[in-house]
């Protein structure tokens, strides 16, 4: 950790919009933040830098996917080989606190912490308009919440970093208990929902909205069990009519159409701009990385199961999920990678109003008819409470479709760990694997334990 907050110190964030002098006095490779933020226009420079922070190789443009996905029931590595073999040791749950993959997205996630962060702490004592310096703040805060959200999914207790610090500090730094993470997500989410726009038009389509911070606040809500408090910020949400099921589930994966109706918020890239495209997701040029379980759970009517079948994009020899294909171009893609939908949010809903108390009313803003929203959309009959008698058959329903909805899309791990379901899964899957629980959170990456060297304030964690 010392060594990574000492080299984020050295390089805030990279202005494009910086202005070049006859005389430069100062060095133009490092913009320290006392000098940089002036304008409004520095401001949103700043924050920018925040979101390409999550579109790197290290979290969404690559990692994740292994992290998140690959590690669950959806996925079977079968290439032992690639890699030193490190993402199949994570999908076959042999991993070790030395795996570079752990690492790299830690330090990529203290990455978008920081920067978050310097935003935060540098945009008030700028002389620009309030309502546009409330929603930057309001940006930055969103994204350093989706990043300690991942953070505490993926390790658990993690340093709780709420400012900038130097090496000093840093290297006093402990890991803070799972409830005071959470805490701060809430708070940097409802701030968020408090200052952001409902909506974008033009450049700005894919900023961070209004109904994205409540839609995400209400996802870590049901994380923690709140299911009440979940309940009335999903509500808001769904009331506000700003989003919709698109008819063709196919249509939600479009690399063409982005930012539709269906998108709350999600990763942007674009193809054919150097750094701002990404490598193919879950691709391989010999391997299905299909899990035979997956293909299986599907109704052969499901429209759904199309889009998780492996086929070639023109052009290209690797094979990968439909929902992903997108033509290369200098053998890179462009579609955006969907970090919360709407119909995540609907499921979310559903499950959040079964878990309060179950009910048998069909009405489509009850739990069955948000369930059954997205069940016809994918071609199957609604349900009603002759199917699913009772809490217990509704709650499994619910986890059923959100495997079949949102697989590859980084939620499958994390679910079957909030849900209490992730030895039987894994166990019925492919692999064939009885877990142990302490798999259920990854090794704290060996190089910040080695760093910091302190074992009762920054301890491993167990099992490993």
Known sequence: MKNIISILLLCVLVASSCRKEFLELEPQS?????TFFKTSADAITAVNGCYKSLAVGNQFGGTFQILMESRADNYLDQDPSSGAGQNYQINRFSDSPGNTNFYNSWVSLYNSVFRCNTVLESVDPINMDNTLKNRIKGEASFIRALSYFNLVRLWGAVPLVS?????????SLVRNNVADVYALIESDLAFAAANLPSSYTGADLGRVTKGAAQGLLGKVLIYQKKFASAKTVLADVISSQKFSLL???ADVFSPTVKYHAEILYAVRYAKGIAGQDHGYWYANTQIVGLDSTLFKAYDPIDTR???IEFAKPAGNNNIMPRKFIDVAVNNAAGNDFPVLRYADVLLLQAEAMNEEAYSSNTD???AFGYLN??????GLAALTGADLTDQESF???VYKQRRLELPYECDRWFDMVRTGTAIEAIAASSKNITIEPFRFIYPIPQQEIDIMNNPSGFPQNPGY
């Open 247 to 249: 008819p063709n589930v």
């Open 163 to 171: 400012k900038s610090i130097g090496p000093l500090e840093a290297g």
């Open 30 to 34: 490092t913009i320290a933040p006392e």
């Open 364 to 366: 489509a803003n009850s």
């Open 395 to 397: 709650r499994k329903e």
């Open 373 to 378: 929203a997205v069940r016809t959309r994918a």
């Open 305 to 307: 199961r199309t889009m």
